[in-house]
Structure formats: structure tokens, C-alpha cells
Nanobody, 117 residues
Framework: QVRLVESGGGLVQPGGSLRLSCAASTRIASIYVMGWYRQAPGKQRELVAGIRSSGITSYADSVKDRFTISRDNAKNTVYLQMNSLKPEDTAVYYC???????????WGQGTQVTVSS
């Protein structure tokens, strides 16, 4: 079992920035793919960004060139730097950790991001 604790959400004006953090309760170095998902009211949860143990990243088209995912394996933490935020980025953001060996997913409790003037 992996416990994930997110932090860093909040209210920000359009064009502003936030950095989300997700601390894992176990080593994430080699067998885990980490990702950030989001879910807006009335919408399905969607993948925002992912990062493999190799450091290879992927992004949803809607956030490319604005968001950056990174991981610090020494701290068992993954980050999501969000710049040029838009009202449509408003959602609950969830950290995800996937054990690629046993194909098991773990989720954080979610952190609210609200982009509004």
C-alpha cells in the first residue's frame, strides 16, 4: 500500500502559477509511474501529466507548454508546476502512483485548484 499526500492547491488569478506536491510513503524510484489527474465538476477524471522512473514525461494537450511534472526520487515526491493558469484548469487535482510490476494504482485525497479573478 502506498499513501500519497498532496499539497499546494488554492485560489489563483488567471495567468498565475501554482506548484502542487505529492509525497509518497514509499520509495518511488524504479517501479512506479507517477502522474497527476484532475476532475472538474460534472466531468470525468482526466490525465494531466505523467512521469516514468526514467524521467520521460507526457502531458495532455491542454496543458502542454504550461505545466511541468517532475520527480525527486530521493524525497519520494512528485511535483506539478502550473503556469499561465486558466479558468478551465479549475478542478480537484489528484496524485496517482502506479506500480508497473503488479499494475496497481494508488491515489491521493485530492487538492482543489481554483483559477478565478
Amino acid at each position: 500500500q502506498v499513501r500519497l499526500v498532496e499539497s499546494g492547491g488554492g485560489l489563483v488569478q488567471p495567468g498565475g502559477s501554482l506548484r502542487l506536491s505529492c509525497a509518497a510513503s514509499t520509495r518511488i524510484a524504479s517501479i512506479y509511474v507517477m502522474g497527476w489527474y484532475r476532475q472538474a465538476p460534472g466531468k470525468q477524471r482526466e490525465l494531466v501529466a505523467g512521469i516514468r522512473s526514467s524521467g520521460i514525461t507526457s502531458y495532455a494537450d491542454s496543458v502542454k507548454d504550461r505545466f511541468t511534472i517532475s520527480r525527486d526520487n530521493a524525497k519520494n515526491t512528485v511535483y506539478l508546476q502550473m503556469n499561465s493558469l486558466k479558468p478551465e484548469d479549475t478542478a480537484v487535482y489528484y496524485c496517482n502512483c502506479r506500480n508497473v510490476v503488479i499494475q496497481e494504482d494508488y491515489w491521493g485525497q485530492g487538492t482543489q485548484v481554483t483559477v478565478s479573478s
